[in-house]
T-cell receptor, first 113, second 113 residues
Framework: AQSVTQLGSHVSVSEGALVLLRCNYS??????LFWYVQYPNQGLQLLLK??????LVKGINGFEAEFKKSETSFHLTKPSAHMSDAAEYFC???????????FGQGTRLTINP | KAGVTQTPRYLIKTRGQQVTLSCSPI?????VSWYQQTPGQGLQFLFE???????NKGNFPGRFSGRQFSNSRSEMNVSTLELGDSALYLC????????????FGPGTRLTVT
């Protein structure tokens, strides 16, 4: 079955520190992977996507993610956290044929001043 | 381009009533998907429409239904509301049928009392 697991429902980092949010996937076919961010009382905003081109994907707001097939991972990173990065982050797997996204449970990121 | 719009943004209904939610996709996008977001179950796929045809449906009871119009606007309907239907309902659109990223609206917060 195709699925997504996000390790850590809550992550807390200091302002200026490295942000690392973990995502592992399970897929029997080459995956399409996405990271979304959700701010309170808002919808989901696309941060970045992996669609089998470069394995290191750069997104908006300084975020990037690296696709590692051997580890079935697609971890999200940002070198220096800002207070405005506080939000919930979702990793998603695009299911070909079924035309839908399967989401992880989300990781709430807190930034400490 | 204007983003995905959803109306209404907030809704309070009583058990047993029915509700209709509306979604206008990004101009030119022909695929519209609906997701339910709850604290307990996370983000779950409801259904996807493309060119007025439902192409895929998630694991939800028949009380949940939808449709898409010729201008790609979509509505979803929930009949005989239950307390457990309280959730954020998110609509997403994308250009076509491929594994494209989906763009989400702000959601409709439904509260069932």
């Amino acid at each position: 079955a195709q699925s997504v697991t996000q390790l850590g429902s809550h992550v807390s980092v200091s302002e200026g520190a490295l942000v690392l949010l973990r995502c592992n996937y399970s897929s029997s076919v080459p995956p399409y992977l996405f990271w979304y961010v959700q701010y309170p009382n808002q919808g989901l905003q696309l941060l970045l996507k992996y669609t089998s081109a470069a394995t290191l994907v750069k997104g908006i707001n300084g975020f990037e993610a690296e696709f590692k097939k051997s580890e079935t991972s697609f971890h999200l990173t940002k070198p220096s956290a800002h207070m405005s990065d506080a939000a919930e982050y979702f990793c998603a797997l695009g299911i070909q044929g079924a035309q839908k996204l399967v989401f992880g449970q989300g990781t709430r990121l807190t930034i400490n001043p | 381009k204007a983003g995905v719009t959803q109306t209404p943004r907030y809704l309070i209904k009583t058990r047993g009533q029915q509700v209709t939610l509306s979604c206008s996709p990004i101009s030119g996008h022909r695929s519209v998907s609906w997701y339910q977001q709850t604290p307990g179950q996370g983000l779950q796929f409801l259904f996807e429409y493309f060119s007025e045809t439902q192409r895929n449906k998630g694991n939800f009871p028949g009380r949940f239904s939808g449709r898409q119009f010729s201008n790609s606007r979509s509505e979803m309907n929930v009949s005989t509301l239950e307390l457990g239907d309280s959730a954020l309902y998110l609509c997403a659109s994308r250009p076509g049928q491929g594994p494209y990223e989906q763009y989400f609206g702000p959601g409709t917060r439904l509260t069932v009392t």
